[in-house]
């Protein structure tokens, strides 16, 4: 069996080893999704949340160029689909509707935005696992590769396989403890590691890559991202625009 942290650092290494131009398009598209999107979704957020000093934008990376996808035996006609010319816009909405999942890593790119009036303090990234189990046989799809991508934000990867079910584990504990090494030398490889507390100027952004990672079980989780704005902490859940869980599973392979 391989080591955890060697199927770890292997990602890493396969995406490390792209060029520069090459190796960072997954964050392409999420990017140029934001563009679109803050206009909309950060007058929308402060529609709903007048009082709210920041803005949270999330965005699961459905681009099929760096991504591996589980498809379940029962929806096996899906697999050519998914091995084909798929649109991110239709492999989010498969995903959405339960047909496909993330195999092996998930990537969401999360960006907080300092709404108008003052700036905030970045206090705490937690990850909390809600539901672990056994995979249902089915195929897993291996990424073709991409195309050009700009440089590339900060990264907080976690092995979601060694945390507790239902229970918030904090930044402080992921980015220090023993059992979480394997995911921060996925981070070394891939960039820049996340750095706590950081400032959020008014109208400025600050974005990074969520990774979770596993190799053994179906798994869902999100995140919580929790700010201070001088007066006052604000938390936020980091899940699917969709509002579900975020949804990973194993490759059930050790692909090279």
Same mark, same amino acid.
């Not at 402080?172 to 750095?195: F, I």
């Given at each position: ?11 890493? &290494? ?5 060029? =520069? ?15 679109? %999107?803050?206009?909309? /979704? ?12 920041? =803005? ?7 681009? *099929? ?60 990234? *937690?990850? /909390? ?9 089915? /195929? ?30 904090? %930044? %402080? ?11 921060? &030398? ?6 820049? =590691? ?40 604000? *938390? &936020? ?20």
């Amino acid at each position: 069996m391989v080591p955890p942290d060697s199927r770890l650092r292997r990602a890493g &290494r396969r995406y490390r080893a792209l060029s =520069t131009a090459n190796r960072l398009s997954l964050w392409t598209g999420v990017i140029a999704a934001f563009a679109f %999107a803050v206009p909309t /979704t950060v007058s929308a957020w402060q529609a709903l949340f007048p009082d709210d000093p920041a =803005t949270l934008l999330v965005a699961p990376n459905d681009q *099929s160029c760096l991504t591996r996808w589980y498809v379940a035996d029962t929806d096996a006609e899906l697999r050519s689909g998914v091995n084909g010319a798929a649109s991110p816009e239709q492999l989010t909405a498969w995903r959405q509707e339960g047909r496909i999942a993330h195999a092996g890593t998930l990537e969401a790119a999360v960006s907080v935005h300092g709404n108008a009036g003052a700036s905030v303090e970045i206090r705490d990234i *937690s990850v /909390t696992v809600t539901r672990r189990e056994e995979l249902a046989p089915g /195929t897993v799809t291996g990424p073709p590769g991409c195309g050009a991508g700009p440089d590339e934000p900060a990264y907080l990867a976690v092995d979601l396989d060694t945390l507790p079910l239902n229970r918030p584990v904090p %930044a %402080a504990y992921l980015l220090r403890s023993p059992q979480q090494k394997a995911a921060r &030398r996925m981070e070394e490889d891939m960039g820049t =590691t996340v750095s706590l507390p950081h400032t959020v100027a008014s109208g400025d952004f600050y974005s990074f890559f969520l990774i979770g990672h596993t190799q053994r079980y179906d798994t869902d989780w999100r995140a919580t991202v929790t700010w201070w704005d001088g007066k006052e902490m604000h *938390s &936020r859940t980091v899940s699917d625009p969709g509002g579900k869980e975020l949804r990973v599973v194993p490759t059930g392979d050790d692909p090279t």
